[in-house]
Protein backbone atom coordinates (compact mmCIF):
# COMPACT_ATOMS: atom_id res chain seq x y z
CA UNK A 1 0.00 0.00 0.00
CA UNK A 2 1.26 3.46 -0.63
CA UNK A 3 1.53 5.86 1.96
CA UNK A 4 0.18 9.38 1.74
CA UNK A 5 3.64 10.37 1.62
CA UNK A 6 4.72 8.57 -1.14
CA UNK A 7 1.55 9.73 -2.80
CA UNK A 8 1.81 13.37 -2.27
CA UNK A 9 5.56 13.18 -4.02
CA UNK A 10 3.87 11.20 -7.12
CA UNK A 11 2.33 13.56 -7.32
CA UNK A 12 3.29 17.55 -6.69
CA UNK A 13 0.95 20.17 -5.43
CA UNK A 14 1.38 23.32 -7.99
CA UNK A 15 3.02 24.85 -4.66
CA UNK A 16 5.55 22.01 -4.73
CA UNK A 17 6.49 22.39 -8.25
CA UNK A 18 6.81 25.93 -7.32
CA UNK A 19 8.95 25.19 -4.49
CA UNK A 20 11.12 22.27 -6.14
CA UNK A 21 11.66 24.91 -9.04
CA UNK A 22 13.07 27.30 -6.43
CA UNK A 23 15.76 25.08 -5.11
CA UNK A 24 16.58 24.53 -8.36
CA UNK A 25 17.17 27.63 -9.28
CA UNK A 26 19.08 28.30 -6.33
CA UNK A 27 20.96 25.63 -6.44
CA UNK A 28 21.89 26.48 -9.88
CA UNK A 29 22.74 30.41 -8.98
CA UNK A 30 25.15 28.95 -6.10
CA UNK A 31 26.99 26.80 -8.61
CA UNK A 32 27.55 29.69 -10.72
CA UNK A 33 28.41 32.10 -8.06
CA UNK A 34 30.78 29.16 -6.38
CA UNK A 35 32.40 29.20 -10.35
CA UNK A 36 32.84 33.00 -10.90
CA UNK A 37 33.74 33.76 -7.18
CA UNK A 38 34.88 31.08 -5.36
CA UNK A 39 37.44 29.86 -8.11
CA UNK A 40 37.64 33.62 -9.23
CA UNK A 41 37.93 32.03 -12.96
CA UNK A 42 34.88 33.98 -15.01
CA UNK A 43 33.22 32.34 -17.11
CA UNK A 44 32.85 33.00 -21.06
CA UNK A 45 29.28 34.30 -20.25
CA UNK A 46 30.63 37.17 -18.06
CA UNK A 47 31.76 38.87 -21.22
CA UNK A 48 28.46 39.00 -22.01
CA UNK A 49 26.22 39.41 -19.02
CA UNK A 50 27.46 40.68 -15.80
CA UNK A 51 25.14 40.66 -12.11
CA UNK A 52 27.05 41.60 -9.44
CA UNK A 53 26.67 40.53 -5.90
CA UNK A 54 26.23 41.95 -3.10
CA UNK A 55 28.81 40.52 -0.52
CA UNK A 56 30.61 41.77 2.94
CA UNK A 57 33.62 42.65 3.38
CA UNK A 58 34.35 41.48 6.49
CA UNK A 59 36.66 38.63 5.33
CA UNK A 60 39.01 40.87 3.18
CA UNK A 61 41.76 41.79 5.18
CA UNK A 62 44.37 44.07 4.03
CA UNK A 63 47.99 43.44 5.77
CA UNK A 64 49.07 45.77 8.29
CA UNK A 65 51.56 48.59 6.99
CA UNK A 66 55.03 47.67 7.27
CA UNK A 67 57.10 48.47 10.06
CA UNK A 68 58.23 52.27 9.81
CA UNK A 69 61.79 51.17 11.67
CA UNK A 70 61.39 47.71 10.70
CA UNK A 71 63.43 44.99 8.37
CA UNK A 72 62.11 46.78 4.62
CA UNK A 73 62.94 50.94 5.88
CA UNK A 74 66.35 49.71 7.06
CA UNK A 75 66.69 48.04 3.18
CA UNK A 76 65.51 51.10 1.92
CA UNK A 77 68.12 53.08 3.94
CA UNK A 78 70.72 50.67 2.87
CA UNK A 79 69.43 51.39 -0.88
CA UNK A 80 69.11 55.38 -0.72
CA UNK A 81 72.87 54.92 0.90
CA UNK A 82 73.74 52.98 -2.36
CA UNK A 83 71.83 55.25 -4.68
CA UNK A 84 73.63 58.30 -3.71
CA UNK A 85 76.90 56.70 -3.25
CA UNK A 86 76.59 55.95 -6.99
CA UNK A 87 74.82 58.86 -8.70
CA UNK A 88 76.06 58.76 -12.22
CA UNK A 89 77.14 62.73 -12.08
CA UNK A 90 76.36 63.33 -15.57
CA UNK A 91 74.61 66.47 -17.53
CA UNK A 92 71.23 65.63 -19.24
CA UNK A 93 68.95 68.16 -20.17
CA UNK A 94 65.29 67.17 -21.09
CA UNK A 95 63.62 68.26 -24.25
CA UNK A 96 61.29 67.50 -26.34
CA UNK A 97 62.11 66.12 -30.30
CA UNK A 98 61.46 68.16 -33.28
CA UNK A 99 57.78 69.15 -33.97
CA UNK A 100 56.73 65.95 -36.66
CA UNK A 101 59.43 63.89 -34.74
CA UNK A 102 58.49 63.01 -31.98
CA UNK A 103 56.51 59.79 -32.19
CA UNK A 104 58.45 58.80 -35.11
CA UNK A 105 62.35 60.11 -34.82
CA UNK A 106 64.63 59.26 -37.55
CA UNK A 107 67.62 57.12 -36.69
CA UNK A 108 69.93 59.87 -37.12
CA UNK A 109 67.82 62.24 -33.99
CA UNK A 110 68.11 58.80 -32.01
CA UNK A 111 71.36 58.84 -32.07
CA UNK A 112 72.76 62.30 -31.37
CA UNK A 113 70.08 63.86 -29.55
CA UNK A 114 71.47 63.75 -25.68
CA UNK A 115 74.86 64.74 -27.19
CA UNK A 116 76.55 62.29 -24.63
CA UNK A 117 80.10 61.71 -24.63
CA UNK A 118 81.79 58.27 -23.93
CA UNK A 119 82.99 59.78 -20.97
CA UNK A 120 79.88 60.10 -19.69
CA UNK A 121 78.31 56.93 -20.96
CA UNK A 122 81.64 55.01 -18.93
CA UNK A 123 81.11 57.18 -15.93
CA UNK A 124 77.12 56.12 -16.38
CA UNK A 125 78.32 52.54 -16.76
CA UNK A 126 80.39 51.78 -14.04
CA UNK A 127 78.33 53.31 -11.58
CA UNK A 128 75.62 51.05 -12.28
CA UNK A 129 78.03 48.20 -12.27
CA UNK A 130 79.30 48.88 -8.94
CA UNK A 131 75.60 49.51 -7.54
CA UNK A 132 74.22 46.18 -8.86
CA UNK A 133 76.88 44.38 -6.98
CA UNK A 134 75.53 45.66 -3.87
CA UNK A 135 71.82 45.16 -4.70
CA UNK A 136 70.45 43.52 -1.23
CA UNK A 137 68.88 39.85 -1.15
CA UNK A 138 65.11 39.56 -1.25
CA UNK A 139 63.94 39.88 3.16
CA UNK A 140 62.14 36.31 3.67
CA UNK A 141 59.19 36.76 5.42
CA UNK A 142 58.04 41.03 5.13
CA UNK A 143 56.26 40.46 2.75
CA UNK A 144 52.64 38.72 2.64
CA UNK A 145 49.80 37.63 0.47
CA UNK A 146 48.26 39.03 -3.06
CA UNK A 147 46.71 42.40 -3.40
CA UNK A 148 46.10 45.81 -5.40
CA UNK A 149 48.12 48.86 -5.21
CA UNK A 150 47.00 52.01 -6.67
CA UNK A 151 48.86 55.45 -6.13
CA UNK A 152 45.98 58.49 -5.86
CA UNK A 153 45.72 61.87 -4.13
CA UNK A 154 44.17 64.95 -5.13
CA UNK A 155 42.15 64.92 -7.71
CA UNK A 156 43.81 61.43 -8.76
CA UNK A 157 41.46 60.46 -5.74
CA UNK A 158 38.59 60.90 -7.68
CA UNK A 159 39.33 58.48 -10.59
CA UNK A 160 40.63 55.99 -7.58
CA UNK A 161 37.43 56.29 -6.66
CA UNK A 162 35.79 55.05 -9.61
CA UNK A 163 38.33 52.21 -10.12
CA UNK A 164 37.89 50.76 -6.85
CA UNK A 165 34.06 51.12 -7.14
CA UNK A 166 34.74 48.87 -10.11
CA UNK A 167 36.74 46.50 -8.06
CA UNK A 168 34.23 45.60 -5.98
CA UNK A 169 31.02 46.02 -8.17
CA UNK A 170 32.67 43.30 -10.78
CA UNK A 171 33.18 40.90 -7.82
CA UNK A 172 37.46 41.69 -6.84
CA UNK A 173 38.06 40.25 -3.37
CA UNK A 174 41.77 41.26 -2.98
CA UNK A 175 42.99 43.72 -0.54
CA UNK A 176 43.55 46.97 -1.17
CA UNK A 177 46.16 49.64 -0.42
CA UNK A 178 46.18 53.16 -1.85
CA UNK A 179 48.78 55.09 -1.40
CA UNK A 180 49.24 58.75 -0.62
CA UNK A 181 51.77 61.50 -0.56
CA UNK A 182 51.01 62.40 2.72
CA UNK A 183 47.85 62.58 5.15
CA UNK A 184 47.17 66.64 3.28
CA UNK A 185 46.56 64.68 0.26
CA UNK A 186 43.29 62.59 1.59
CA UNK A 187 39.68 63.72 1.21
CA UNK A 188 38.26 63.78 4.83
CA UNK A 189 36.86 60.75 5.62
CA UNK A 190 37.24 58.80 2.24
CA UNK A 191 39.81 56.65 3.80
CA UNK A 192 37.43 55.52 6.67
CA UNK A 193 34.94 55.08 3.81
CA UNK A 194 37.30 52.83 1.38
CA UNK A 195 38.48 50.96 5.13
CA UNK A 196 34.84 49.40 4.94
CA UNK A 197 35.26 47.99 1.92
CA UNK A 198 38.86 45.88 2.24
CA UNK A 199 40.71 49.07 1.02
CA UNK A 200 43.57 50.62 3.22
CA UNK A 201 45.36 53.83 2.95
CA UNK A 202 48.63 54.34 3.17
CA UNK A 203 50.85 57.31 3.40
CA UNK A 204 54.70 57.86 1.19
CA UNK A 205 55.66 60.97 4.13
CA UNK A 206 55.17 57.95 6.82
CA UNK A 207 58.54 56.07 5.49
CA UNK A 208 60.20 58.62 3.21
CA UNK A 209 59.76 61.49 5.47
CA UNK A 210 59.47 64.85 3.71
CA UNK A 211 60.58 62.73 0.40
CA UNK A 212 62.78 65.32 -0.76
CA UNK A 213 63.80 62.17 -2.86
CA UNK A 214 60.66 61.80 -4.84
CA UNK A 215 59.66 65.37 -6.30
CA UNK A 216 57.81 64.32 -9.23
CA UNK A 217 54.40 61.86 -9.55
CA UNK A 218 55.89 59.65 -11.72
CA UNK A 219 58.21 58.28 -8.88
CA UNK A 220 55.50 58.05 -6.42
CA UNK A 221 54.60 54.68 -7.63
CA UNK A 222 57.94 52.72 -7.17
CA UNK A 223 57.80 54.14 -3.65
CA UNK A 224 54.24 52.45 -3.10
CA UNK A 225 55.21 49.27 -4.66
CA UNK A 226 58.35 48.74 -2.50
CA UNK A 227 56.52 49.71 0.68
CA UNK A 228 53.29 47.92 0.13
CA UNK A 229 52.72 45.04 2.63
CA UNK A 230 51.92 42.71 -0.10
CA UNK A 231 54.43 40.29 -1.55
CA UNK A 232 52.72 39.93 -4.70
CA UNK A 233 50.60 42.91 -6.47
CA UNK A 234 48.74 44.34 -9.14
CA UNK A 235 49.69 47.78 -9.74
CA UNK A 236 46.69 50.19 -11.15
CA UNK A 237 46.99 53.72 -11.98
CA UNK A 238 43.91 55.28 -10.83
CA UNK A 239 42.98 55.84 -14.02
CA UNK A 240 43.15 51.73 -15.35
CA UNK A 241 39.88 50.57 -14.80
CA UNK A 242 38.82 46.43 -14.81
CA UNK A 243 36.61 45.78 -17.20
CA UNK A 244 35.91 42.21 -15.27
CA UNK A 245 36.93 40.86 -12.47
CA UNK A 246 40.70 40.46 -12.33
CA UNK A 247 41.22 38.56 -9.25
CA UNK A 248 42.31 35.27 -11.13
CA UNK A 249 45.36 36.84 -12.94
CA UNK A 250 47.85 35.83 -10.08
CA UNK A 251 47.18 32.16 -11.14
CA UNK A 252 47.48 32.75 -15.20
CA UNK A 253 50.52 30.84 -16.31
CA UNK A 254 51.80 34.02 -18.18
CA UNK A 255 52.51 35.52 -14.67
CA UNK A 256 52.97 31.89 -12.99
CA UNK A 257 55.55 31.09 -15.32
CA UNK A 258 58.20 34.45 -15.58
CA UNK A 259 56.54 36.69 -12.35
CA UNK A 260 55.82 39.37 -13.69
CA UNK A 261 53.35 40.23 -16.07
CA UNK A 262 53.98 43.66 -18.50
CA UNK A 263 51.56 45.66 -21.12
CA UNK A 264 52.17 47.66 -24.03
CA UNK A 265 52.20 50.91 -24.72
CA UNK A 266 51.66 52.62 -28.16
CA UNK A 267 55.00 53.71 -29.31
CA UNK A 268 58.33 51.76 -29.84
CA UNK A 269 61.03 52.54 -27.92
CA UNK A 270 63.03 55.88 -28.63
CA UNK A 271 65.98 55.25 -26.13
CA UNK A 272 69.30 56.52 -26.41
CA UNK A 273 71.62 54.34 -28.16
CA UNK A 274 74.02 54.39 -25.28
CA UNK A 275 71.48 52.36 -23.02
CA UNK A 276 72.25 49.11 -23.39
CA UNK A 277 75.87 50.09 -22.58
CA UNK A 278 74.95 51.53 -19.98
CA UNK A 279 73.13 48.96 -18.15
CA UNK A 280 75.53 46.58 -19.06
CA UNK A 281 73.08 45.01 -21.69
CA UNK A 282 75.63 45.59 -24.42
CA UNK A 283 79.67 45.52 -24.25
CA UNK A 284 79.51 47.67 -27.49
CA UNK A 285 79.61 51.44 -26.64
CA UNK A 286 76.37 52.86 -29.03
CA UNK A 287 74.60 50.47 -31.69
CA UNK A 288 70.92 50.92 -32.95
CA UNK A 289 67.60 51.37 -31.59
CA UNK A 290 66.20 48.46 -30.63
CA UNK A 291 63.00 48.03 -32.54
CA UNK A 292 60.96 47.02 -29.62
CA UNK A 293 57.07 48.43 -27.60
CA UNK A 294 57.28 50.48 -25.13
CA UNK A 295 55.82 49.68 -21.66
CA UNK A 296 52.15 50.97 -20.54
CA UNK A 297 52.82 50.70 -16.56
CA UNK A 298 49.18 51.79 -15.92
CA UNK A 299 49.06 47.88 -14.96
CA UNK A 300 51.40 45.79 -13.92
CA UNK A 301 51.75 42.23 -12.44
CA UNK A 302 54.91 41.60 -10.02
CA UNK A 303 56.17 39.06 -7.52
CA UNK A 304 58.79 40.60 -5.28
CA UNK A 305 60.41 37.54 -4.48
CA UNK A 306 61.81 36.39 -7.74
CA UNK A 307 62.00 40.27 -8.92
CA UNK A 308 63.57 41.50 -6.03
CA UNK A 309 66.61 43.10 -7.12
CA UNK A 310 64.70 44.44 -10.79
CA UNK A 311 61.97 46.45 -7.96
CA UNK A 312 65.49 47.81 -6.25
CA UNK A 313 67.01 48.64 -9.87
CA UNK A 314 64.00 50.07 -10.68
CA UNK A 315 63.93 51.91 -7.66
CA UNK A 316 67.23 53.07 -8.90
CA UNK A 317 66.09 54.45 -12.10
CA UNK A 318 62.88 56.12 -10.42
CA UNK A 319 65.29 57.79 -7.87
CA UNK A 320 67.52 59.45 -10.70
CA UNK A 321 64.71 59.32 -13.03
CA UNK A 322 63.73 63.33 -13.40
CA UNK A 323 67.20 63.98 -13.38
CA UNK A 324 68.72 60.89 -15.41
CA UNK A 325 67.40 57.78 -16.44
CA UNK A 326 63.97 59.30 -17.88
CA UNK A 327 65.53 60.98 -20.37
CA UNK A 328 67.90 58.36 -21.17
CA UNK A 329 65.33 56.04 -21.52
CA UNK A 330 63.16 57.96 -23.99
CA UNK A 331 65.32 60.81 -24.87
CA UNK A 332 62.84 63.70 -26.42
CA UNK A 333 60.36 61.15 -26.93
CA UNK A 334 56.90 60.14 -25.73
CA UNK A 335 55.98 58.59 -22.29
CA UNK A 336 59.01 60.11 -20.35
CA UNK A 337 58.65 58.88 -16.68
CA UNK A 338 58.29 55.95 -14.81
CA UNK A 339 56.76 53.53 -17.18
CA UNK A 340 60.08 51.94 -19.02
CA UNK A 341 62.14 51.78 -15.60
CA UNK A 342 60.66 48.21 -15.31
CA UNK A 343 61.72 46.83 -18.47
CA UNK A 344 64.95 48.39 -18.66
CA UNK A 345 65.96 46.77 -15.31
CA UNK A 346 64.98 43.26 -16.12
CA UNK A 347 67.16 43.70 -18.99
CA UNK A 348 70.09 44.82 -17.47
CA UNK A 349 69.33 41.69 -15.00
CA UNK A 350 68.85 39.55 -18.22
CA UNK A 351 65.85 37.90 -16.03
CA UNK A 352 62.84 36.81 -17.87
CA UNK A 353 59.60 38.43 -17.73
CA UNK A 354 55.99 38.25 -20.16
CA UNK A 355 54.73 41.01 -22.18
CA UNK A 356 51.66 40.62 -23.06
CA UNK A 357 52.04 39.83 -27.05
CA UNK A 358 48.45 41.74 -28.04
CA UNK A 359 48.59 45.23 -29.28
CA UNK A 360 46.41 47.06 -27.44
CA UNK A 361 42.96 48.18 -28.50
CA UNK A 362 42.13 51.48 -28.58
CA UNK A 363 38.37 52.77 -27.12
CA UNK A 364 36.85 55.71 -29.22
CA UNK A 365 34.32 58.13 -28.35
CA UNK A 366 30.25 58.01 -29.69
CA UNK A 367 29.60 60.35 -32.70
CA UNK A 368 26.61 60.17 -31.68
CA UNK A 369 24.69 56.99 -33.78
CA UNK A 370 27.19 54.30 -31.64
CA UNK A 371 29.78 54.39 -34.22
CA UNK A 372 33.66 55.65 -33.28
CA UNK A 373 34.91 58.96 -33.63
CA UNK A 374 39.11 58.70 -35.35
CA UNK A 375 39.71 59.70 -32.07
CA UNK A 376 40.74 57.60 -29.36
CA UNK A 377 39.83 58.15 -25.16
CA UNK A 378 40.79 55.08 -23.49
CA UNK A 379 43.69 52.15 -23.90
CA UNK A 380 41.89 48.29 -24.11
CA UNK A 381 44.78 46.36 -22.53
CA UNK A 382 44.32 42.52 -22.85
CA UNK A 383 43.91 38.93 -20.43
CA UNK A 384 46.84 37.30 -19.72
CA UNK A 385 44.53 34.34 -19.11
CA UNK A 386 44.74 34.10 -22.84
CA UNK A 387 47.49 35.05 -25.45
CA UNK A 388 45.94 33.59 -28.60
CA UNK A 389 43.07 36.04 -28.90
CA UNK A 390 42.68 39.47 -27.41
CA UNK A 391 40.19 39.27 -23.94
CA UNK A 392 39.70 43.24 -22.47
CA UNK A 393 41.01 43.35 -19.25
CA UNK A 394 41.63 47.01 -18.35
CA UNK A 395 40.63 50.17 -19.69
CA UNK A 396 43.46 52.44 -19.53
CA UNK A 397 41.62 55.92 -19.24
CA UNK A 398 44.39 57.52 -20.25
CA UNK A 399 41.87 60.97 -22.09
CA UNK A 400 39.25 60.65 -20.38
CA UNK A 401 39.38 60.89 -16.20
CA UNK A 402 35.87 58.73 -14.96
CA UNK A 403 35.74 60.75 -11.85
CA UNK A 404 31.75 61.77 -11.49
CA UNK A 405 32.91 65.55 -10.85
CA UNK A 406 35.16 65.61 -13.85
CA UNK A 407 32.00 64.50 -15.92
CA UNK A 408 28.95 65.84 -14.60
CA UNK A 409 29.51 69.02 -12.96
CA UNK A 410 28.27 72.41 -14.02
CA UNK A 411 30.88 74.90 -11.88
CA UNK A 412 32.64 72.93 -9.13
CA UNK A 413 35.64 74.46 -6.98
CA UNK A 414 38.44 71.76 -6.51
CA UNK A 415 38.33 70.13 -3.01
CA UNK A 416 41.08 71.05 -0.68
CA UNK A 417 43.19 67.94 -1.16
CA UNK A 418 43.47 68.87 -5.01
CA UNK A 419 45.23 71.89 -4.40
CA UNK A 420 48.58 72.98 -4.60
CA UNK A 421 50.09 73.99 -1.09
CA UNK A 422 50.39 78.25 -2.20
CA UNK A 423 46.51 77.64 -3.18
CA UNK A 424 46.03 76.03 0.40
CA UNK A 425 47.99 79.04 2.11
CA UNK A 426 46.18 81.50 0.17
CA UNK A 427 42.83 79.78 1.07
CA UNK A 428 42.20 80.07 -2.60
CA UNK A 429 38.72 78.93 -4.91
CA UNK A 430 39.77 77.53 -8.06
CA UNK A 431 37.17 76.64 -9.91
CA UNK A 432 36.48 73.77 -12.69
CA UNK A 433 33.96 73.19 -15.60
CA UNK A 434 32.43 69.85 -16.23
CA UNK A 435 32.59 67.89 -19.42
CA UNK A 436 28.74 68.30 -19.60
CA UNK A 437 29.09 72.24 -19.30
CA UNK A 438 31.73 71.91 -21.84
CA UNK A 439 30.26 73.05 -25.45
CA UNK A 440 34.00 72.30 -26.60
CA UNK A 441 34.30 68.59 -24.97
CA UNK A 442 33.91 65.82 -26.96
CA UNK A 443 31.78 64.00 -24.22
CA UNK A 444 29.62 67.21 -24.16
CA UNK A 445 27.13 66.35 -26.99
CA UNK A 446 26.92 62.72 -25.41
CA UNK A 447 26.01 64.22 -21.83
CA UNK A 448 23.69 66.23 -22.92
CA UNK A 449 21.03 64.21 -24.99
CA UNK A 450 21.69 60.79 -22.69
CA UNK A 451 24.15 59.25 -25.14
CA UNK A 452 26.63 56.29 -24.23
CA UNK A 453 30.33 57.97 -24.33
CA UNK A 454 31.82 54.54 -25.75
CA UNK A 455 31.43 53.87 -29.37
CA UNK A 456 29.93 50.18 -29.24
CA UNK A 457 29.75 49.59 -32.90
CA UNK A 458 32.58 49.02 -35.11
CA UNK A 459 36.39 48.49 -34.91
CA UNK A 460 36.85 49.87 -31.19
CA UNK A 461 34.43 49.41 -29.49
CA UNK A 462 33.73 47.46 -25.95
CA UNK A 463 30.74 45.97 -27.90
CA UNK A 464 33.10 45.10 -30.55
CA UNK A 465 35.01 42.90 -27.88
CA UNK A 466 32.06 41.21 -25.89
CA UNK A 467 31.69 43.86 -23.36
CA UNK A 468 28.32 45.02 -23.52
CA UNK A 469 27.54 46.56 -20.15
CA UNK A 470 31.24 48.60 -19.07
CA UNK A 471 29.72 51.49 -19.81
CA UNK A 472 26.42 51.08 -17.75
CA UNK A 473 28.81 49.61 -14.61
CA UNK A 474 30.68 52.41 -14.58
CA UNK A 475 27.90 55.07 -14.57
CA UNK A 476 26.38 53.27 -12.00
CA UNK A 477 29.72 52.82 -9.93
CA UNK A 478 29.53 57.14 -10.33
CA UNK A 479 25.93 57.08 -9.09
CA UNK A 480 27.25 55.74 -6.07
CA UNK A 481 29.99 58.19 -5.98
CA UNK A 482 27.29 61.09 -6.78
CA UNK A 483 24.76 60.12 -4.14
CA UNK A 484 26.60 58.73 -0.93
CA UNK A 485 29.74 59.47 0.84
CA UNK A 486 32.78 62.16 1.00
CA UNK A 487 32.11 62.45 -3.06
CA UNK A 488 28.50 62.88 -2.97
CA UNK A 489 26.43 65.95 -4.28
CA UNK A 490 22.95 66.94 -4.53
CA UNK A 491 23.06 68.64 -8.06
CA UNK A 492 25.41 65.47 -9.09
CA UNK A 493 23.36 63.04 -7.99
CA UNK A 494 20.52 64.17 -9.51
CA UNK A 495 21.93 64.65 -13.29
CA UNK A 496 23.84 61.23 -12.69
CA UNK A 497 20.48 59.10 -12.08
CA UNK A 498 18.97 61.38 -14.85
CA UNK A 499 21.45 59.78 -17.32
CA UNK A 500 21.62 56.39 -15.85
CA UNK A 501 17.80 56.37 -16.42
CA UNK A 502 17.60 58.20 -19.94
CA UNK A 503 20.59 56.25 -21.55
CA UNK A 504 20.59 53.14 -19.78
CA UNK A 505 17.22 52.58 -18.53
CA UNK A 506 18.24 51.94 -15.28
CA UNK A 507 16.79 53.59 -12.29
CA UNK A 508 18.31 53.97 -8.69
CA UNK A 509 20.77 51.12 -8.61
CA UNK A 510 22.61 51.74 -5.29
CA UNK A 511 19.23 51.49 -3.17
CA UNK A 512 20.83 53.36 0.03
CA UNK A 513 23.10 49.85 0.56
CA UNK A 514 25.26 50.19 3.87
CA UNK A 515 28.73 51.37 3.11
CA UNK A 516 30.25 48.36 4.47
CA UNK A 517 29.03 46.15 1.77
CA UNK A 518 31.88 45.37 -1.13
CA UNK A 519 29.52 45.58 -3.78
CA UNK A 520 27.12 48.48 -2.57
CA UNK A 521 25.23 48.49 -5.96
CA UNK A 522 21.95 45.86 -6.25
CA UNK A 523 20.85 44.37 -9.57
Not at 38 to 50: E, I, M, V
Not at 88 to 109: A, S, W, Y
Not at 367 to 374: A, C, S
Amino acid sequence: MTSRVETSLMRPTVGQKLKKFVIVTGLLLLLFHFHTVALNRPLTLSYLTFSPQATSCDLIQVPPPLDYNGEIWESWIHLEHLFRKFEPHIQLQHRDFPDGQTVHPTEKILAHFLNMTFTDAERMRKSHEQLLQGLPEYPDGAYQGRGIVMVAGGRYSEYSATTLGMLRLLGSRLPVEVWLKNSIEEEEGWCDELAEEGISCRYMSDYLGEMTAFVHPYQYKIAAMYFSAFEEMLFLDSDSIPVKNPDSIFDAPAYRDTGIVLWPDYWGSTESPWLPYIIGESSEETQSVPNMTTVDSGQMLWDKKRHWKTLCLSAYYNYYGPKYYYTLITQGGPGWGDKDTFPTALRALSLNYTQIPHRLETQHYNQGNDQPTGSGMAMLQADPWDLEEFQPLFLHSNFIKFSVRRLMCMNCTERSSALTTEQRERDSQVFFVGQVHDRHHANWNALNHWKRIFAIRGDGGLNHLGMLDTERDLWRVLERLACVGVWSDEDLCLRTKRHLKLTFGIGESWRGMKQQDCVSIEV
